[in-house]
């Protein structure tokens, strides 16, 4: 419950999590600790940005506490200049009204614009030069610092009076409790006094509680790179910087009573809300013209689209009419031409990109997503590729009358075209009118364990060992990841272990923003300076920026957020295309492929999904095995019903059993819970698998209004969803039983549990229609062009389910051949032979220089093949990493043996006599000068076996092209001899006891899944499936993170309406250790081991497979806090 205070007090200087590492409290949290203590209102100034400015306005208005805004800036001395060396005063600036917000943006911006772009400038702090600060000192008040860094020389402070004014500019006093504060607040207070200005009292807040102060100091360690012990001369080693109440600060302060007092009168000149319109404009929203625009680019292309005779033309013409009325009633004409028109500088930007008459011209720029794939006025502008009448798409989810927010539409490109696009839109609305949207990563397990774990000085072995068998999400579960790793003694004792305080640390810190980033493809465009409204700065790629909000303070602001989004699926899609076209001549038009091609329903049906869009993870073909798809529009629903909504809310096994019941029996009657969701549920068999369906059900079943039902849609989708979706519970409840006499609580409950699984995530259909229908196209291409397909997935890494290791050993069991890189041979990426063999590209060596191997083939296309290691070397012009990297993959394998040295021998020949060689000299005008070069003949030198070059293999490329490492391992490991391969375990009984062995490709321990960890094992034949219950992941957790290589003994279960799926129920999981072959324990590493380390990882030398393994696909989820 919320006291209030009758004490004259207001803080005026106070740091949220948003100073990053300089603060450790959410806003809302500082909010309600504000409002617990009796304070009426409260500023937030963080430091050298506005980040989490919204957040704390939006808190302040819902809770009832006055927000005051501001940030606390470095100021340099005017000759010098940025730099992480310079030397910095910190002011304190409020924000008195709009025009003070616009210069604080202004300020900040420029204090962030030297932070970016190159090594030194990234190290480099934002600063300010104080005539930049007297510039934009109108609509602010200046307070003159903090106690440690604040301005407190006479000429400083009379050049800030002159600059603000005597009503905007106060003398700063603050109480830290260190040593001589009380003798520096008597000189302010002097020095305030000769200048006939007030002094304010501040509390210089980091933290809403005392837990968050100890954060706040293991933040200082984070930040400045130190340990805790180290970083004390830094800390504030006290709990004065903890919110205090009123009579706190009275008591603080009891010296300085006017500068108590002064708060208030202060505070109430500072009346600035950031809650309300900031006067942003999007390009096109004031447009009179913008209706008739829209309507008319719609019917030029309705006649395409519906012509004459077509089946639903009528149908098409009433939605669209009916759809530009309510946007035009809605004023957001101008919203969808602003659309259209991004995406025709899209097709100009990807004719640049494709060249103009290549085979991938024929495919869109971009294609939509989401629940805009529902409008029709989307599908005639070109901003969807999906008929919405044709796939009955309702509007409502994307647009309706009640809407409160602009509606999204996200369009996905190619990635090479959208790193293009981006560009080519801030110079067609102009950089100060355009910026991308920023992101918060936030403290989670395993960043937590290692950065704090290294300012409590803890060892780094443990560290890694820790962070490596975590979970890698929750922040609350460090307990269990150090019993796991370490064991429980490490939390035992009377007195608190420091492994006690990581784990209490990190708890605290799990959800605090660690850094500004950069959000996923949101764009904001605008009418007017975006830095009147919130500070830009630079974004980590050059020639961009971006502004200092995320997307939810980005839509409480009102601005419109493009979503551009790069899609690997489509790169991959538009790479194969121009494979297939340099091999077989021939140039594909997907809009035109046959969508109901039997072979690839068949391969759907099948399972056999590897590398295919949405639909290769395990859980999607365990599924689809017994779904069985037949239609696009059994994809839509498909693509859709693996995610936390439709589990949660117990939709997927009643879909898939009643699909499967009707296959038996065509007259099965579906079970509605009532028979109002019929015309509802009907399509998904009386389940809730789209989001849609959440609105139509709240409406058909509870009486919901359009509205209501959006407000509810909205409820599930926002972070911390779960409060807003239980206070439309007693509503729903309520609504059902009015509405219906039939329906009793216990069957309203059912229902809203449906919904309320929603609160996890789940598609609007639209999304499932745009989706599905790339996943049919994507298989099509598996299908028919393999090994095409396969270059372009290896080349467009990373994206989807499985790493590349396992899609070149899935493609080599369809029988396509897999050539390793070879200098002769390869071009940058993966090319497809005449013969239908793919062959890895030269830019898929790792450690390699791009530009460098990229010179090395045009080389050998320009003036002919390499004829010998050191004609290689004297032509290539690449330095000596990159050709002993080379030369470590087996790329040049045949020129040594061309030199005259054997199969076993040639790599480290090649290295050997390639690592001597320094790369060639150019003259200055870029011409390479092929000189003679004598290479020295190698001394003796041991061949490899074939376990060495498999792990020079991953060592350099991450894959290999050769036999399976357990192909190898079970010719020598004598526990491998009597383990049935995956392929054998057809031929064992269901619930048999069996021992199984493989590489780890994905591991998954799903939200929705109750503790259980899934895990897919690969060996030589294939791949299983293993089902890790709770108490044995628990037992074997530290096995599960971080094994490569396994063997796990359990129970098998076949499945066999999922067409004989095979799982096996672990009970035991333990490594497979190779004789021979030293399992690489973690361990404390000095210095010198670490790089020894180093070089023997790199050349994969030391026999150990976990150093070299291929990367595992984990995949978890979770919310903020």
């Known amino acids: ?82 730099g992480p060396d310079a030397h910095h005063r910190h002011l304190t600036l409020l924000v008195r009204d709009a025009r003070g917000w616009s210069n604080l943006c202004r300020l900040l911006t420029r204090a962030h614009a030297d932070t970016r772009g190159g090594t030194m400038r990234r190290r480099a702090a934002p600063s300010l030069r104080m005539e930049d600060i007297l510039e934009h000192a109108e609509g602010l008040v200046c307070l003159s610092g903090c106690a440690r860094d604040g301005v407190r020389d006479e000429p400083t402070m009379r050049r800030l009076l002159a600059g603000f004014g005597r009503d905007a500019f106060r003398v700063e006093l603050q109480r830290p409790f260190s040593r001589h504060d009380r003798a520096l607040n008597r000189g302010l207070a002097g020095l305030a006094e000769r200048l006939r200005v007030p002094c304010v009292a501040t509390g210089n807040v980091h933290a809403h509680t005392p837990a968050r102060a100890r954060l706040q100091d293991a933040f200082v360690a984070v930040r400045e790179g130190m340990t805790l012990d180290a970083s004390e001369p830094l800390r504030r080693g006290n709990h004065a910087h903890v919110l205090a109440t009123p009579e706190a600060m009275v008591a603080r302060f009891e010296d300085h009573p006017d500068a108590v007092a002064e708060t208030v009168r202060l505070a109430q000149t500072l009346d600035f809300d950031l809650a309300q319109d900031l006067g942003y404009r999007y390009p096109g929203s004031e447009d009179t013209t913008a209706a008739r625009a829209l309507a008319q680019a719609c019917h030029a292309r309705f006649e395409e689209r519906y012509p004459q005779g077509h089946r639903i033309r009528e149908e098409a013409a009433a939605r669209l009419e009916e759809e530009l009325a309510l946007i035009d009633g809605l004023g957001l004409s101008g919203f969808f031409l602003l659309h259209r028109d991004i995406l025709d500088l899209a097709r100009e930007v990807a004719v640049e990109v494709r060249g103009p008459d290549t085979a991938r011209a024929l495919l869109p720029p971009g294609r939509g997503r989401g629940s805009s794939v529902s409008s029709i006025v989307c599908y005639l502008t070109g901003l969807s590729h999906v008929d919405p009448v044709a796939n009955r798409l309702l509007l409502g989810r994307f647009l309706n009358e009640g809407i409160t927010a602009l509606p999204d539409i996200d369009l996905d490109f190619p990635r090479d075209v959208r790193e293009r696009l981006i560009p080519a839109i801030h110079e067609r609305h102009g950089r100060e009118r355009s910026a991308l949207v920023a992101a918060f990563p936030t403290f989670r397990a395993r960043s937590a364990i290692r950065e704090l774990g290294r300012a409590l000085g803890l060892p780094p072995g443990e560290i890694e060992r820790v962070a490596r068998a975590s979970e890698g999400w929750s922040g609350h579960k460090v307990e269990e990841d150090i019993v796991s790793a370490l064991g429980p003694e490490r939390l035992a004792g009377d007195e608190p272990s420091r492994w006690r305080h990581l784990a209490d640390l990190a708890a605290e810190a799990h959800g605090l923003p660690r850094h500004l980033s950069q959000h996923s493809g949101g764009m904001i465009v605008a009418t007017r300076p975006l830095i009147d409204c919130c500070a830009v700065v630079p974004a980590a790629m050059e020639g961009r920026q971006m502004v200092m909000w995320d997307k939810d303070s980005c839509a409480d602001a009102g601005f419109l957020k493009i979503d551009l989004l790069g899609l690997g699926m489509l790169s991959a899609v538009e790479r194969c295309v121009e494979q297939i076209a340099a091999r ?71 879909y898939i059993a009643r699909r499967e019941r009707l296959r038996r029996d065509p007259g ?36 919901f209004s359009s509205g209501e039902a959006e407000s ?43 919904i309320c699984g929603f609160s996890g995530f789940g598609f609007p259909k639209a999304h499932g229609a745009a989706f599905g229908l790339l996943a049919y196209q994507s298989t099509w291409l598996r299908v028919h062009y393999g090994p095409e397909f396969l270059a372009a997935l290896i080349d467009e890494q990373p994206m989807g389910f499985y790493p590349p290791d396992a899609l070149v050993h899935e493609a080599q069991r369809r029988g396509i051949t897999v050539h390793p890189p070879d200098v002769e041979e390869s071009a940058l990426g993966c090319t497809v032979t005449a013969d239908g063999a793919v062959r890895l590209g030269l830019g898929h060596v790792l450690g390699v220089k791009v530009q460098e191997v990229s010179e090395l083939v ?18 290539a012009g690449a330095g000596r990493r990159s050709l002993e990297r080379l030369a470590w993959s087996g790329a040049c394998d045949r020129l040594a043996m061309r030199d005259g040295v054997d199969a076993r021998h040639a790599r480290r020949e090649a290295l050997w006599r390639l690592g001597v060689a320094a790369a060639p000299v150019r ?21 490899l076996d074939r376990w060495q070059e498999l792990l020079a293999d991953y060592a350099t490329t991450g894959l290999t092209t050769g036999s399976h490492p357990l192909a190898l391992l079970r010719r020598s490991v004598p526990a491998l001899r009597d383990t049935p391969t995956s392929a054998g375990l057809a031929q064992v009984p269901h619930e048999a006891f069996v021992r199984v062995a493989g590489l780890v490709v994905a591991r998954q321990r799903p939200g929705t899944a109750s503790g259980v960890c899934f895990m897919l094992l690969e060996d030589e034949t294939g791949t299983v499936n293993l089902v890790v219950p709770p108490q044995v992941y628990e037992r074997h957790r530290l096995t599960v993170r971080t094994e490569p290589l396994v063997i796990a003994e359990g129970r098998l279960e076949r499945h066999p309406a999922g067409g004989g799926t095979v799982n096996v129920l672990v009970r035991r999981l333990l490594p497979l250790e190779a004789p021979g072959r030293p399992a690489a324990a973690v361990r404390v590493l000095s210095p010198l081991d670490e790089r020894e380390r180093e070089r023997r990882e790199q050349e994969g030398e030391g026999g150990d497979f976990r150093a070299v393994a291929p990367a595992v696909m984990s995949f978890a989820q979770g919310r903020r806090r």
């Open 923 to 943: 003259d200055r005008g870029g011409t390479q000068l092929a000189l003679p070069l004598e290479l020295p003949a190698a001394p003796a030198l041991a061949g």
């Open 668 to 703: 099965f009657q579906i079970p509605y819970d009532h028979p109002s969701l019929e015309p509802v549920l009907r399509e998904t068999l009386g389940t809730i698998i789209f989001q849609d369906q959440v609105i139509e059900v709240a409406m058909a079943f509870a009486g």
């Open 584 to 654: 077989r001549g021939e140039r594909i038009d997907l809009s035109r492929i046959p969508y109901d091609d039997p072979e690839v329903y068949r391969t759907i049906q099948r399972g056999e999904t590897t590398g295919v869009f949405q639909i290769e993870s395990r859980a999607q073909m365990a599924s689809i095995v017994r779904t069985r798809p037949e239609t696009l529009d059994d994809l839509t629903v498909q693509v859709a019903i693996v995610r936390p909504g439709p589990i949660q809310g117990g939709a997927v096994n009643p």
């Open 1 to 82: 419950m919320f006291v209030s205070s009758v004490v004259p007090y207001v803080e005026l200087h106070c740091h949220s999590a948003f100073s990053f590492l300089d603060g450790a409290s959410l806003p809302e949290e500082l909010v309600v600790a504000a409002l617990e203590r009796g304070h009426t209102a409260l500023a937030l100034t963080d430091h050298d940005t506005v980040s989490g400015s919204m957040e704390f306005a939006q808190a302040a208005r819902d809770l009832g506490l006055r927000a005051i805004h501001g940030a606390e800036v470095r100021v340099r001395d005017d000759e010098g200049e940025a």
């Open 858 to 875: 045009g080389e050998r296309e320009s003036h002919g093949p390499f004829r010998s290691l050191a004609d290689l070397a004297a032509r």
């Open 712 to 754: 509810l849609r909205r409820a599930m989708s926002r972070k911390r969803s779960k409060g807003a979706m239980e206070a439309h519970h007693r509503r729903f409840i309520d609504g059902a039983m009015t509405r219906w006499p039939d329906v009793d609580e216990a069957l309203a409950e059912r229902v809203f549990t449906m």
